[in-house]
């Protein structure tokens, strides 16, 4: 069961509508429509923030580069350490 408590201030007109949309969708309240545009909304713009999307031909060249490439150097390798040391995902 949910625990947390959100308390927000809106204006009517949007409250309205947004009951509206609830009813439309068959929904038990208004907090379970804003939940659940909360949290679709919420996985989408996560999910469009970790990844990245880029078209076959740069895939195929970042892959073929990747291939080419000789061992790591000096620099490269401290940047990764510091990078996982500053806890960067």
Same mark, same amino acid.
Do not use: W
């Given at each position: 069961? =949910? &625990?947390?408590?959100? *308390?927000?201030?809106? *204006?009517?007109?949007?409250?309205a509508? #947004?009951?509206? =949309? &609830?009813?439309?969708? %068959?929904?038990?309240s208004l907090?379970e ?6 949290? @679709?909304d $919420?996985t989408?713009?996560? #999910? +469009?923030? @970790? &990844?990245?999307?880029? +078209? *076959?031909?740069?895939? *195929?060249?970042?892959?073929? #580069?990747?291939? +080419? =490439?000789? #061992?790591?150097?000096? =620099?490269?390798?401290?940047a $990764?350490?510091?990078?996982?040391? &500053? %806890?960067?995902?």
């Amino acid at each position: 069961m =949910a &625990s947390a408590r959100l *308390d927000i201030r809106l *204006d009517e007109e949007i409250k309205a509508k #947004a009951e509206k =949309a &609830s009813a439309l969708l %068959g929904l038990k309240s208004l907090t379970e429509y804003v939940v659940r545009l909360m949290d @679709e909304d $919420a996985t989408h713009v996560i #999910a +469009k923030h @970790e &990844s990245i999307v880029v +078209k *076959d031909n740069v895939f *195929d060249e970042f892959i073929t #580069a990747c291939d +080419k =490439a000789t #061992a790591p150097n000096q =620099a490269l390798l401290e940047a $990764a350490k510091f990078t996982n040391e &500053s %806890g960067v995902k």
